[in-house]
């Protein structure tokens, strides 16, 4: 039976410790579950993830998650700490402070965690003179490491030794933890992959930031794939809907076991999730402290559970870094990563996400100085501020009125700068008029040559026709004002589109079996988008004028020809040709004499009048 959400506290912590220091067995006696495996038992060292959990004392459900301790296996306990609210670091006091423990803990710090609770492990096998001077050391490292000193407690995972004074001291600290805002959406970096009869794929993880609901649909990256939640369980407790920060198994539909992997992310779909194959980050040291790591080098990140390689790439004068990844990842902006030695197990930098995806040369040297003065405490809304610096203009979702001035205008979800919006809407017009006359450009067209996004460029222009300066003509934009085709109606475009079908042929009214036709033809030309023959044939009007400059092409007030010249001019059989024609007397660019027709006006004297 599902059972209902309830509001309690939920987290998720994990062991960190150099190998065969009992952090499997210290999971054990603190959950009576053991998370090695049968193999793993057998050569007596945990090789992946393992997962547990335990209920305090008030009924909240705390995950575990075990990470393997040898060097070789760094990269899967850099996979285990990215969500983790807290980590027991966990250091044999029969053999004190080892290597790893210092690499797990630069790891873990690096990935953001600052609630550390050293926990000595073994303290049944030395005396109390060992045990204390074990516990100073281990104290002095985390001092040294972190420039904090954390909560500390000796334990004997094999005797049960201060086993449940552990439990209360990790209950406590978790009521303290402050999660900063991210306002990244649910999500979840996926750790393990595996079918199960009856419901199909299923991907486990740390849910962050959001909750998840079967039936949400949800995007799966770096794919961009659409898929949806079938099944949600935690801690072995089926679910109608999952809460930060929780240990949680999804079923997922529309997606089999072989398009997924460790490191790839499920998000909602409003997620800030970005996919990018370059990212600049912030370095966690000062420029002066990077000495002969500024050269150019190949590092191994670590950002949620993806893990690949890249080339790092310093940024003179500044604590930023450009990563070439070595294949697209899924991440966030002010997300923590970590860079690992390739083929090592030692940190050799931390830091945030502050930028992902390419960026044009000539801004990237107005990029660089923005990165580097951000606050030292990222917000969401120093992100909209970057682009507001960078481009002009911002998505605005989930910021507050007052988190803008008057400087600033919000249209339809963007936030622009007053600067931008008036020079933006300045280039539009002089583009449009340099490509000349009668001449469309599509929004994506358009987009390209002014380098702003589509969705933005969109209100501008919606803007710019509202105040009659521009028009849509066959889904592309013009100068000048006058109906706009996206205003038309659905049944009206469809028959402005067969008019253009028939091209020179004309739509004839009589024999289009269209309910309504003539009401929309009336209304279509009365707008301007076509012009009526006599017959009921109707042309565009772009086309009548096309046929117009075909028809008096070098020609000059007072200049008679006949049809036989306009027949070699356009085209047009006599059945067109006659129509077109009295309609050109109508709209008075001819006068009839006998065969003949007389020029009054022309084309290129009416642009010089205009």
């Given amino acids: ?30 959950t009576g579950i053991t998370t090695a495996r049968a193999h793993e038992e ?26 393997p301790g040898h060097e070789r296996f760094i990269r899967n306990m850099v996979a285990g700490v990215w969500s983790l609210d807290l980590v027991l670091l966990v250091v044999a006091a029969d053999e004190g402070w080892m290597p790893m423990s210092t690499d797990h803990l630069n790891v873990a710090h690096a990935m953001g965690i600052r609630n550390i609770i050293l926990c000595i492990n073994k303290c049944d096998a030395v005396d109390a003179d060992t045990l204390s001077l074990v516990e100073e050391e281990a104290l002095e490292n985390c001092m040294e490491i972190t420039g904090e000193i954390p909560d500390s407690i000796c334990v004997s995972a094999l005797t049960g030794e201060n086993i449940a004074a552990l439990r209360k001291m990790i209950s406590r600290q978790l009521k303290g933890v402050e999660r900063k805002p991210l306002t990244h959406g649910g999500h979840l970096y996926i750790d393990r992959v595996f079918t199960v009869n009856g419901i199909g794929t299923v991907v486990t ?86 000495h002969e790591n500024r050269k150019n080098r190949e590092v191994e990140v670590a950002i949620g559970t993806w893990h690949g390689l890249a080339q790092l790439v310093h940024i003179r004068g500044t604590r930023l870094a450009r990563l070439k990844l070595s294949a697209p990842a899924p991440c966030f902006w002010s997300q923590s990563l970590a860079m690992i030695r390739h083929g090592g197990s030692d940190l050799i930098h931390s830091g945030q996400v502050v930028w992902s995806g390419d960026i044009a040369m000539h801004l990237r040297k107005r990029l660089h100085p923005l ?19 960078l481009y002009g203009y911002a998505p605005a979702h989930d910021l507050n009125k007052d988190e803008w001035d008057s400087n600033y205008l919000l249209m339809e979800g963007w936030l ?20 000349g006359e ?171 009048a205009a």
């Fill in 1 to 30: 039976m599902n059972e209902p959400a309830t509001e309690t506290m939920r987290a998720v912590i994990g062991t960190a410790g150099h190998v065969d220091h009992g952090k499997t067995a210290l999971i054990k006696a603190l």
């Fill in 42 to 67: 057998a050569c007596g060292m945990t090789l992946d993830l393992g997962f547990a959990h335990f209920d305090d004392d008030e009924g909240n459900t705390i995950g575990v998650i075990d990470v």
């Fill in 205 to 290: 993880g740390s849910l962050a930031d959001g909750s998840l609901k079967i039936g949400d649909k949800l995007k799966l990256y770096p794919a961009g794939k659409d898929v949806q939640v079938r099944t949600l369980q935690s801690y072995h407790k089926n679910l109608n809907e999952a809460f930060p920060v929780s240990r949680v198994a999804v079923g997922l539909k529309g997606v089999s076991r072989k398009e997924l992997e460790r490191g790839h992310c499920i998000t909602s779909r409003d997620s800030a999730c970005s996919v990018a194959d370059q990212l600049f980050v912030r370095l966690d040291i000062e420029p002066e402290a990077i």
């Fill in 371 to 389: 990165l580097d003065a951000l606050p030292e405490e990222l917000k969401p809304i120093d992100q909209v501020k970057l682009s507001l610096d």
């Fill in 416 to 435: 622009l700068s007053k600067a931008f919006h008036e020079s933006t809407l300045t280039r539009i017009l002089d583009l449009l008029e340099k490509e």
């Fill in 438 to 608: 009668g001449t469309a450009m599509t929004l994506a067209e358009m987009s390209t040559r002014l380098s702003v996004e589509a969705e933005v460029l969109e209100q501008l222009l919606q803007a710019l026709k509202s105040e009659g300066k521009v028009r849509m003509s066959k889904d592309a934009w013009m100068a000048g004002g006058g109906a706009s085709e996206d205003d038309l109606g659905a049944d009206a475009r469809a028959l402005l589109d067969l008019i253009r079908e028939a091209d020179r042929a004309g739509l004839e009214a009589g024999k289009a079996k269209i309910p309504g036709a003539q009401k929309s033809l009336r209304n279509l030309a009365r707008l301007g988008f076509i012009t009526a023959f006599e017959g009921k044939i109707y042309y565009t009007t772009e086309l009548y004028n096309k046929l117009v400059s075909e028809v008096l092409e070098g020609c000059k007030i007072g200049d008679r020809f006949s049809i036989p010249e306009v027949k070699e001019r356009t085209g047009l059989s006599r059945k067109y040709m006659i129509p077109l024609l009295n309609r050109m007397e109508l709209d008075g660019w001819v006068r009839r004499d006998e065969n003949e027709r007389i020029v009054l006006k022309t084309p290129d004297a009416e642009a010089i």
